[in-house]
């Protein structure tokens, strides 16, 4: 089966534009969950939804928001952007969450850079 | 104090030797994932680990809940094993939280 998508790959964009990736689940997963990745901070959680609905967000500003459809797929934005939000932003899918005996589908990432 | 400790950040290795990166934890968690992730971003699950031990092919992942200590280690490197190794770490349903990364090198 198709395993995760993210679009697109790599982007380029302007100081105070907005930006909006795309992850598209594995068939059949109803939670979705995003990560910024730079090279400072490593790994780190900014929101999970799912059923369509934010469970838990981390601890970034409000310039990233997200949502999810009603086919699972999800997208996240940013706006405002600023130099320090250059980063691989990867999604990773699961059927319901991260308890016990889930396991971890990721996708590429989109790689985001900001001039 | 963060709540999860990879060590060691760098490791590198020649061919053939047997390696093991280690994960300390502070919380109490459902369960511990051990993450690859090659250049280019992608990260592929290796294990996800709530107790004992599991192996596939050259790897091998054990997890001592009692200690909160977790272990991956991989048998005769292989070139193609250098990546970023990556323990994360699930105590709820919704999110992960990860470890800063091992970066091994394995040279022919």
């Known amino acids: 089966k198709a395993g995760v998508t993210q679009t697109p790959r790599y982007l380029i964009k302007t100081r105070g534009q907005q930006v909006t990736l795309s992850c598209s689940p594995i068939?059949?997963?109803?939670?979705v969950s995003w990560y910024q990745q730079t090279p400072g901070q490593g790994l780190q959680f900014l929101f999970e939804?799912?059923?369509?609905?934010q469970r838990n967000k981390g601890n970034f500003p409000g310039r990233f928001s997200g949502r999810q459809f009603s086919n699972s797929r999800s997208e996240m934005n940013v706006s405002t952007l600023e130099l320090g939000d250059s980063a691989l932003y990867l999604c990773?899918?699961?059927?319901?969450?991260w308890g016990p005996g889930t396991e971890a589908f990721f996708g590429q990432g989109t790689r985001l850079t900001v001039v | 104090k963060n709540e999860v400790e990879q060590s060691p950040q760098n490791l590198t290795a020649q061919e053939g030797e047997f390696i093991t990166i280690n994960c300390s934890y502070s919380?109490?968690?459902?369960?511990l994932h051990w993450l690859q992730q090659h250049p280019g971003g992608g990260i592929v699950s290796l294990f996800m680990?709530?107790?004992g031990k599991k192996k596939h092919g050259r790897l091998i992942a054990t997890i001592n809940i009692q200690e909160k200590h977790s272990s991956l280690h991989i048998t005769a490197s292989h070139p193609r094993d250098s990546a970023v190794y990556i323990c994360?770490?699930?105590?709820?349903?919704?999110?992960?939280?990860f470890g800063t990364g091992t970066r091994l090198q394995v040279f022919p």
């Open positions: 990773a899918s699961s059927l319901a969450g």
């Open positions: 919380v109490g968690i459902s369960a």
């Open positions: 680990l709530s107790s």
């Open positions: 994360a770490l699930s105590y709820n349903t919704d999110k992960l939280i």
């Open positions: 068939s059949g997963h109803r939670s």
């Open positions: 939804y799912f059923s369509e609905t």
